[in-house]
């Protein structure tokens, strides 16, 4: 039987040490939705999400309350919309973004992603489509996510697409600017996305998916930084082994909501992402994970090799306790999420070139960073050209979420409260890329794509 | 099926009694208990059969809670399996 004091140990991490389950995020196909009729396209988006989705909320909350597990966020993914929605040869698809939204809205989740597109190889018509309607889509609706797919180490970098994303990403803080730019942190850009994540605002459901699935976000970095806290001074191998041993308790508490959720729903479960995502309250910080393994702050010297021990080792830890990890797995960095990170940025001791560097060991990428308004266009390109370099490079997820914080600069702070946080102003180089940007068309894939 | 209750608190008279009638009311079995008392603060782990208890289990939730806090502690039961899960392969 299990002991008083495993009882205890697993309630001091939901109490003191944020362990939850961050999502429960549910994959709906809107292939069979196809329709000429723009119209008539919403309208079965709208019935099918709503239907899949009818029990979501309900199903989170009992299970948070017969486990005890707090579960923070319900969430729905779709089938990327400039595919599903390339049927109805429309020019623009606001419409569809407010249909998802209200369907978000109508069952009760947060978000939904999948206001998607797969351009790493070129842009079909509806492509355009959707990459046309994303800033006016994200400004006027307050649920939905896109994403979009700029690289893949098997395909290389879409150049045109990076440059376009620039120019998106201003508009979109333009339009939004009343609201914090907050359209911007509803916007990321991949290279290598992955198919399952149920992480926002890069989740959608892959085309390769079945029509429903469960997929589930686990995290908890207040419960490795608190065994850390234990073995404090010990060496690699030690530190090593405590971050396995409890990535892999995490994991099981994901692993058991994940089979609970597919079986109260009969959907099938898809897969577990054990990332550790923080959240801007103390005790639930990634930074502070950082600071424990003996870094002053985020940014010092050594930043980059403690941020690879602590991706390297939830991941081993975590593939012991779940049949199907999947997602991006590993540690997650957003800066305006992280009171650590946070305040390292306020400091100087994190600039976004050492992030940049974080960001090719940890999981993601460029996450919630806010960079000053006035930053072109053509710059912005330049720093998501060199996150997909590095994805491609590396045959790993890399994501860029940058908000250029309009009408502020270095020292000022963007408030987005909640879950996303505060996010202040980083310097970016001033140093112009146009030139680079402008070339246009798409950068070969690397010699070690071919591996047939 | 075997839940785990924890009842978290500052001591007073009568908390395992009003717990215990609650529990023998409803027909759960407490197997095994373990409590203490640390600078005036009560702590107590169950572990009870749930299994002849006709009430589902989100009801037994709300009800535990709601006797805390009409005692002023904080009462929670949790279905066995998220410390198996973790502790247990």
Do not use: W
Request: glycine share 10%; aromatic share 4%.
């Amino acid at each position: 039987m299990i002991t008083f004091q495993e009882i205890s140990e697993t309630n001091k991490m939901f109490a003191e040490s944020h362990l939850d389950v961050r999502t429960i995020t549910l994959g709906v196909s809107l292939l069979d939705c196809a329709d000429e009729n723009i119209e008539r396209f919403n309208q079965k988006i709208y019935e099918k999400i709503t239907k899949s989705a009818e029990n979501l909320v309900k199903t989170g909350n009992e299970i948070a309350m017969q486990y005890g597990v707090p579960i923070v966020n319900k969430r729905i993914s779709v089938t990327p919309i400039a595919i599903a929605a390339a049927g109805c040869r429309a020019r623009r698809y606001l419409s569809v973004a407010k249909t998802l939204d209200r369907a978000a809205q109508a069952v009760g989740v947060n978000f939904i992603g999948g206001f998607s597109a797969l351009l790493q190889k070129g842009s079909t018509e509806s492509d355009k489509a959707l990459v046309r309607s994303i800033p006016e889509a994200l400004s006027n609706t307050e649920r939905v996510c896109s994403c979009l797919n700029l690289a893949s180490t098997r395909d290389g970098i879409n150049m045109n697409a990076v440059a376009k994303s620039g120019r998106i990403i201003k508009e979109m803080a333009e339009l939004s600017k009343d609201k914090g730019c907050i359209a911007c942190a509803k916007f990321v850009v991949f290279c290598n996305a992955v198919e399952d994540n149920p992480f926002m605002a890069g989740a959608f459901h892959g085309v390769t998916e079945r029509e429903n699935v469960i997929n589930v976000g686990v995290s908890g970095p207040g419960v490795v930084k608190r065994a850390l806290e234990e073995v404090r001074g010990a060496d690699f191998e030690t530190l090593c082994e405590t971050i396995k041993r409890t990535a892999f308790k995490i994991t099981r508490v994901g692993q058991l909501v994940a089979l609970e959720a597919s079986k109260r729903m009969g959907i099938p479960f898809g897969s577990l992402d054990l990332s550790l995502a923080p959240t801007p309250e103390m005790n639930d910080s990634v930074a502070e994970i950082l600071q424990e393994m003996g870094l002053e702050q985020p940014g010092a010297p050594g930043s980059t090799a403690a941020i690879a021990i602590l991706n390297d080792n939830v991941k081993k830890g975590g593939v012991m306790a779940s049949s199907y990890v999947g997602g991006l797995s590993g540690a997650f960095i957003p800066v305006s999420e992280d009171h650590g990170m946070i305040e390292a940025v306020k400091s100087g001791a994190l600039s976004l070139e050492k992030l940049e560097a974080m960001t090719c060991v940890c999981s993601v990428g460029i996450d919630m960073a806010a960079i000053p308004g006035d930053t072109s266009p053509e710059t912005i390109s330049g720093v998501i050209a060199d996150e997909m370099a590095i994805g491609m490079i590396n045959g790993k997820t890399t994501a860029v979420r940058i908000i250029p914080a309009i009408g502020k600069n270095v020292g000022d702070t963007l408030e987005f409260g909640g879950l996303l946080g505060s996010a202040p102003v980083m310097p970016v180089s001033g140093v112009s890329c146009a030139d680079f940007i402008k070339r246009g068309g798409r950068i070969p894939a690397p010699i070690h794509s071919f591996r047939n | 099926m075997k839940g785990v209750i924890t009842v978290l608190g500052k001591d007073q008279v009568g908390i395992i009694a009003s717990v215990c009638s609650y529990l023998s009311n409803e027909g759960i079995n407490i197997l095994d208990i373990s409590q203490s008392i640390v600078q005036g603060f009560f702590n107590m782990i169950m572990v009870v059969d749930v299994t002849n208890t006709g009430k589902p289990f989100e009801q037994m939730v709300n009800e535990l809670r709601e006797l805390g806090e009409t005692i002023g502690v904080q009462i929670k039961i949790q279905h066995e399996d998220i410390f198996n899960g973790m502790h247990r392969i």
